[in-house]
């Protein structure tokens, strides 16, 4: 059973740039033809999809946040990675990662995935 854990700085000052990694065991992100993704729920929100990585190295992002947004891979380690720059307070979210065999741009239910991460919270602030 595939399993997803998400690591980074929990406190990051507004202006910097966000770094988060999902790192996945029990499958291979390179797998057909999973759809690998960064998902975020701020305070009192709901979930937000912000990109997502395919098997084949393809990237997706949500369009208010693509100018900011980067995910990348190393499939070596089997790791995809999240940039975010220029991030302010309204950053502030649960950052999940997250897996679907579709590309899935609206999340209404967590089961739209099959596989998730437990989730890592970042607050921005000075």
């Known amino acids: 059973q595939v399993q997803l854990q998400e690591s980074g700085p929990g406190l990051v000052k507004p202006s910097q740039t966000l770094s988060l990694t999902c790192t996945v065991s029990?499958?291979?992100?390179?797998?057909?033809?999973?759809?690998w993704s960064w998902i975020r729920q701020p305070p009192g929100k709901g979930l937000e999809w912000m990109g997502a990585i395919t098997y084949s190295g393809s990237r997706y992002y949500y369009p208010p946040l693509k100018s900011r947004a980067s995910i990348s891979r190393d499939t070596s380690k089997n790791q995809f990675t999240l940039q975010l720059s220029s991030v302010t307070p309204e950053d502030t979210a649960v950052y999940y990662c997250?897996?679907?065999?579709?590309?899935?741009?609206?999340?209404?239910?967590?089961?739209?995935?099959?596989?998730w991460g437990q989730g890592t919270q970042v607050i921005v602030s000075s």
């Open positions: 029990g499958g291979s992100i390179t797998a057909n033809y999973y759809y």
């Open positions: 997250a897996r679907a065999p579709r590309l899935i741009a609206a999340v209404t239910t967590k089961s739209d995935f099959d596989s």
